[in-house]
């Protein structure tokens, strides 16, 4: 437990809730009695109160919006509470802490504001897709469909909108806030649908379109951790019947052979032999001990595992996994270091998707750092740099549930702004692939395909090599926004070992392949124009370093070059 300014907070890995200051008054509602709903003037109170909280506690507020932005729309928001609705308040509140962009940053709508409203449905965000993955029994046609609209708007745009009132570090880690288009009053405060209704209009997977309108029910508000076990899950309080035939929570069977292997269990790690591939495939949904199983326990199985089996591959699948106890992946990543024969380029594989998030982004950050893994897949959730550590403050006037982050969390150098970890391989899951059982990633972690970083082809076998291995990624991935074929600092440093160690063509080769790659970096032109001095090029040197000078005019080597050899020719 951690205090700071009188504010009592806990980590959220532990599910443990604090009531601060005034909050014993929300007891009769916490035991299950009616409570009245609070007025806008309480509303006003929390506001403040959240603010407060935010600007003492939060380690990382003003990374992505600006100190004097947030607070100038919290004073309007303060003067426009009174003329709204107390649902639209809520939401506008919601989406004050989410403006953030931290994923651990959130306000839940618990206590008395009485969200529990949800329409029987889980939609969820695929790729290419909003589509219909549990519902209720009533409206089990649902299953497998695709969303056109909600409330006659194009469904993604919806999306879009619902994913301001939930906190993410980025776009992919927005997608996650579908699982509000599931709550009626948040649906209704943003004007998506009323209080009791949902229109859909959607197309059956058996290609027929059809506009559906669904009612909302009265149950519950659980514990908002449910909201990343996925698409798996629904509203609490309503049975949901799912696109694969199982009942949540009732009959979720852990383990079903006839589920896809990457929807075939939710626990925190779990792993099995794939003997027709000789890969070692580990799936890790979230980072904590479970029902008497230790987490370590299964790590050490895994690698006695590796031990004993003619291991080609081993995939560690992050896709699914949201978080938990950080400390408890050192040991996973210090057994692949001991482990030379699996710590090879192209022979260590990470699966990630949007919702891989938090520990699991640290996961993954530890063994870039300390391994040589390759991960194929969709973005994450969350950058490497990002706050976490979430603790929980409940507001005294209103009952709700602000979430925020405790502490920086650096993956990697402190000056890397990225949102987000790219995969070095592409491949995002589809509607078609989805409902088909297929999974596009894993089939190609399952490959006999070269998945060795390009530079690690090149200090093995040369620019000759790099270049057909490029060519071919190329024609695969090069239509994926975003995608890079290599990184550059690390081709960088491949090609300097290459011209001090005197491969002086190789050299130059690469740096040649850099700046094609990455044609706006000042450094990777600084780079070219030092090997193309090296070989004896200075009228292209010199060339290289005024395109570095352009793109970094601060650049004291580059202007120092071009006033020494910009008068000479070759």
Do not use: C
């Not at 076990?229 to 979720?252: K, Q, S």
């Not at 998030?357 to 063994?367: E, G, P, T």
């Not at 530079?455 to 000759?464: H, L, Y």
């Amino acid at each position: 437990m951690a205090t700071s300014n009188g504010i009592m907070l806990t980590s959220s890995r532990h599910r443990i809730r604090v009531l601060v200051a005034g909050a014993l008054l929300l007891l009769p509602f916490v035991l299950g009695a009616q409570a009245p709903r609070p007025r806008p003037v309480a509303l006003r109170a929390d506001l403040a109160r959240m603010v407060n909280v935010i600007d003492s506690v939060h380690p990382w507020p003003w990374r992505r919006v600006t100190s004097d932005s947030f607070h100038g729309a919290a004073r309007r928001l303060a003067t426009a509470l009174p003329t709204m609705s107390i649902d639209r308040g809520v939401v506008a509140m919601m989406q004050l802490a989410a403006s953030l962009g931290d994923g651990h940053t959130t306000l839940y709508p618990s206590g008395p504001v009485d969200f529990a409203w949800w329409f029987p449905i889980r939609l969820y965000r695929l790729s290419d897709a909003i589509v219909v993955t549990a519902t209720d029994s009533s409206h089990a046609d649902l299953l497998g469909a695709r969303v056109l609209e909600l409330g006659g708007r194009p469904a993604m745009l919806m999306a879009d909108l619902v994913g301001t009132v939930r906190g993410a570090d980025n776009a992919w880690g927005a997608h996650e806030s579908t699982t509000w288009l599931s709550n009626a009053r948040v649906m209704s405060a943003l004007g998506l649908a009323t209080r009791d209704t949902l229109q859909l209009r959607v197309v059956h997977r058996a290609g027929d379109t059809a506009t559906v309108r669904l009612a909302s029910q009265h149950t519950i508000w659980d514990d908002p951790s449910w909201m990343q076990r996925g698409e798996m899950f629904g509203p609490p309080g309503i049975i949901m019947l799912n696109v694969f035939g199982l009942r949540a929570p009732l009959d979720f069977r852990l383990g079903d052979p006839a589920l896809p292997l990457h929807l075939r269990n939710r626990i925190p790690i779990w792993f099995t032999w794939l003997a027709a591939d000789s890969v070692l495939y580990v799936q890790s949904n979230f980072v904590q001990d479970f029902q008497g199983t230790q987490f370590a326990a299964v790590v050490d199985s895994v690698f006695a595992a590796a031990d004993t089996l003619p291991v080609r591959r081993l995939v560690l699948d992050l896709r699914y996994n949201s978080g938990g106890d950080g400390s408890l992946i050192t040991a996973f990543v210090h057994d692949i270091i001991r482990r030379p024969t699996l710590d090879q380029p192209g022979r260590l594989v990470v699966l990630t998707g949007p919702k891989t998030f938090s520990a699991a982004v640290l996961w993954l950050s530890m063994l870039r750092e300390h391994a040589h893994p390759v991960s194929i897949g969709e973005p994450t959730g969350a950058p490497r740099n990002h706050a976490g550590d979430a603790g929980t403050v409940r507001l005294p006037k209103t009952g709700l549930e602000l979430q925020l982050s405790t502490l920086r969390h650096y993956g990697t150098r402190s000056d890397e702004t990225a949102r987000a970890e790219l995969p070095d391989f592409p491949v995002p899951m589809t509607l078609v692939d989805y409902f088909a059982g297929n999974d596009p990633a894993l089939a190609l972690a399952r490959s006999h395909d070269d998945l060795r970083p390009l530079p690690s082809v090149a200090e093995a076998e040369g620019p000759s090599a790099v270049g057909t291995e490029l060519a071919r990624r190329q024609q695969r991935f090069s239509s994926v926004a975003g995608w890079a074929p290599f990184d550059e600092r690390t081709m960088n440093d491949v090609a300097y070992r290459m011209l001090r160690g005197g491969r002086i063509p190789d050299a130059v080769e690469l740096f040649r392949m850099n700046t094609t790659t990455f044609p706006g970096s000042a450094n990777v032109w600084d780079s070219y124009g030092e090997a193309l001095l090296a070989q004896g090029d200075t009228t292209a040197a010199v060339a290289s370093y005024r395109r570095a000078a352009a793109l970094d005019p601060g650049n004291g080597n580059a202007r120092a070059i071009i006033a020494a050899w910009g008068g000479r020719s070759r």
